[in-house]
């Protein structure tokens, strides 16, 4: 319905309908599992156990075990039941076409194959229409952007023209800045977000804990800076941005990080897959990949092996090299990986099948990133033209307030508008546009919503010393505008 309204041709994965990397890794996960020879019923709970890697389907799949198990259903009606209470279509579509596989007695194998290389194809083509209406989305919101100041700029001088004064000033802001702020929820809610680290993990936490830090901490320095010098706003809109700019930098480097181990991954997984195949020791083989160059994963992995060589359990000291690394996607692959190991599944095939998923997906992110590092950049230059007309604005009506008070002689009514109102305007309207503009240019980029304080911060700085180096500027002319033409009058 949003879709029609608006007139775009935009994907269903941007509101939530489509494939994603859950998605896919579930139906790898199931065909390594059934690979191995494990039983539907057991890989269907083996999956549904891993609750923070599957968080939708987990629930779903759940409830298909409690049928089979506790119920008496056959597989088939469970499926059925299931599929009906599925709220997202891909998985609804996914339990039809395998209740009836598995009710037709077809090769469960070969239709697990089948679905991962279609859906691997389905998430590729998606993300490229995904990239497409996405360019179409900040494309509309940059429009709207460049055009919302210059709105502003001739609400104000209208209000002054038109005797409105400061109530059909400040009204009119807030209407504008609150159409500006629904567009934006509009596309940050449609844009797919595509999480790096792992939910409730310490790196999860990390970041949490940085962007609370950030937003405590700069409203604590912008209250003390405004209370010891309160003259201009410069100071407190500094000591606001800093905190946000500095742990806002912290959360970017943590997910760069991330991205590293993603990178490195699939060379790790596939080598393991295929030295598994030939000599199936896993501390062996883990010896036998550390003779080469890992990079980044050159320490988790030794680790790894040690805590095997000390006799920790297989799964356990797997489990805990994969909390530490953090990633999502390597929580994925290693979870399949380590269980096809446990299976006596064909590991090389499922090294290679994860490796091929996850340079896929990578690619793919990597596209994103080139598109939201050039939207970014419209973005900021855009904010700070937004920031340089506000200025303008201010200082235009302190013109038209001082003309106004060499003479009682006026041709049509006009209202002034007050220094404060003008001032608490441009602030609102900074601080808005800073928010707004930062929400608007983290959900471009793959990764948590959270890292946005920084660019919030840096918008919210550089947007304040523009309007403050404008502002000063036009307001000398003015002064010697208003000199020259305090002289000319009659006394």
Not at 143 to 168: C, H, P, Q
Not at 314 to 325: C, F, K, P, Q
Not at 482 to 487: A, E, H, Y
């Amino acid at each position: 319905m949003l879709r029609q309204r608006l007139g775009l041709n935009i994907p269903s994965r941007i509101f939530g309908e489509g494939v994603d990397t859950e998605d896919l890794f579930l139906l790898i996960h199931l065909y390594a599992l059934t690979s191995s020879g494990v039983e539907r019923k057991e890989a269907i709970d083996l999956v549904s156990m891993d609750e923070r890697i599957y968080r939708r389907a987990s629930k779903i799949l759940r409830f298909v075990g409690t049928l089979v198990k506790k119920w008496g259903y056959d597989t088939v009606s469970a499926l059925v039941m299931a599929s009906r209470r599925a709220r997202r279509m891909f998985t609804k579509n996914f339990l039809e076409r395998l209740s009836q596989i598995v009710g037709s007695g077809a090769d469960l194998v070969s239709f697990l194959r089948s679905e991962v290389e279609g859906t691997l194809a389905l998430y590729k083509s998606q993300a490229d229409k995904t990239f497409e209406a996405a360019r179409i989305l900040f494309s509309l919101f940059s429009t709207f952007m460049s055009t919302s100041v210059f709105i502003l700029a001739n609400l104000i001088i209208m209000a002054m023209l038109l005797g409105g004064g400061d109530y059909l000033a400040i009204i009119s802001s807030i209407g504008l800045l609150i159409s500006l702020t629904a567009l934006a929820m509009v596309v940050i809610v449609m844009m797919p977000r595509e999480p790096m680290a792992v939910s409730g993990t310490k790196i999860d936490k990390t970041i949490t804990r940085y962007m609370v830090l950030s937003i405590l901490l700069g409203l604590s320095l912008f209250i003390f800076a405004y209370y010891i010098y309160p003259y201009t706003m410069i100071f407190p809109m500094i000591m606001l941005s800093l905190p946000m700019i500095i742990f806002g930098r912290l959360i970017l480097r943590i997910e760069s990080r991330l991205m590293k181990y993603d990178d490195a991954f699939p060379i790790f997984i596939r080598s393991l897959g295929y030295i598994l195949s030939v000599v199936p020791d896993m501390r062996q083989g883990l010896a036998t990949i550390l003779r080469g160059s890992l990079g980044i994963l050159h320490s988790s992995i030794s680790t790894l092996r040690r805590r095997l060589m000390m006799g920790v359990q297989l799964e356990r000291a797997w489990n805990i090299m994969l909390d530490e690394i953090g990633s999502r996607l390597c929580l994925f692959s290693g979870r399949v990986m380590i269980q096809t190991f446990v299976y006596q599944g064909d590991v090389r095939g499922i090294g290679k099948m994860l490796g091929d998923a996850m340079e896929a997906i990578n690619d793919l992110r990597k596209k994103r990133i080139q598109m939201a590092r050039a939207f970014e950049s419209t973005l900021i230059m855009l904010h700070l033209l937004a920031s340089a007309i506000l200025g303008l604005v201010s200082s235009l009506v302190t013109l038209f307030s001082q003309i106004l008070g060499l003479t009682e002689q006026r041709i049509i009514v006009i209202s002034p508008i007050s220094s404060d109102t003008i001032f608490s305007i441009n602030m609102v309207t900074i601080i808005t546009l800073a928010i707004v503009d930062g929400l608007v240019a983290r959900a471009s980029y793959p990764g948590s919503i959270k890292g946005a304080v920084y660019q919030i911060g840096v918008m919210l700085a550089l947007g304040w010393i523009v309007f403050t180096i404008t502002t000063n500027m036009l307001i000398t002319i003015i002064e010697d505008l208003f000199r020259g033409l305090n002289t000319s009058l009659p006394s």
